[in-house]
């Protein structure tokens, strides 16, 4: 079974640009997460799908981020415009609704370096 | 607000040492806890998994023990070696699916 791909893996952009990060969850799973890690803390929840409608966004800066997920599947998460204080990992995750325990599946990350 | 908070934030050990990781949590209302391993440029490696109704879990070397009253979760790894050498992350397990991560425990094994 393939895991979450992510790409890309690493973005250098100057602050006030835009960006953007692609996920590709796990087949069949109906639950997709973007995470946030800043550099010596732990990943924190931007956003939560449940197939393509919206089920948290409460710690989504929404005057800057934004996300989709298309048909359920894929999604995309972009940034604009970019400050230095989102420099981080975003690690994408996806779950199933089936199954015991709901257990997350993570991608490998995209690490942003804004300057 | 849950907060969960991982002691020591690092930690270095000579290669074959026991080891305890210690996770701390505020709100004992949480379905399950979770311990992750994080490599440098990976993603998060799930390694144990605690039901809120259980007391301790084992995978090989390693036992999670879950104290929900008291708001505690230990990591025990035996026998350390140096492939362990990574970022050790505690996370809750809330309702609606929401993980709440600690910051983690950078662990270091020297041979």
């Known amino acids: 079974e393939a895991g979450v791909a992510q790409s890309p893996r690493y973005k250098i952009i100057e602050k006030r640009q835009s960006v953007a990060f692609w996920c590709n969850p796990i087949?069949?799973?109906?639950?997709l997460y973007w995470y946030q890690q800043i550099l010596g803390q732990g990943p924190k929840l931007l956003i939560q799908?449940?197939?393509?409608?919206?089920?948290?966004d409460s710690q989504l800066p929404k005057d800057r981020f934004s996300a989709e997920r298309l048909k359920g599947v894929d999604s995309t998460l972009k940034i604009q415009p970019a400050k230095l204080e989102d420099s981080a990992v975003y690690l994408c995750a996806s779950s199933s609704i089936a199954g015991t325990k709901y257990e997350q599946y993570f991608g490998p990350g995209t690490r942003l370096t804004v300057t | 607000k849950q907060e969960v908070t991982q002691i020591p934030a690092a930690l270095s050990v000579p290669e074959g040492e026991n080891l305890v990781l210690n996770c701390s949590f505020t709100d004992s209302a949480i379905y399950n806890l979770q311990w992750f391993r994080q490599d440098p440029g990976k993603g998060l490696t799930s390694l144990l998994l605690i039901q809120s109704s259980q007391r301790e879990q084992t995978s090989g070397r390693l036992n999670a023990s879950l104290d929900k009253s008291s708001g505690r979760s230990t990591l025990y790894i035996a026998a350390s070696q140096p492939g362990d050498s990574a970022t050790y992350l505690c996370a809750v397990r809330l309702y609606g699916n929401k993980l709440v991560f600690g910051a983690g425990t950078i662990l270091r094994v020297k041979s």
């Open positions: 087949s069949g799973h109906a639950t």
């Open positions: 799908f449940q197939n393509n409608g919206v089920v948290d």
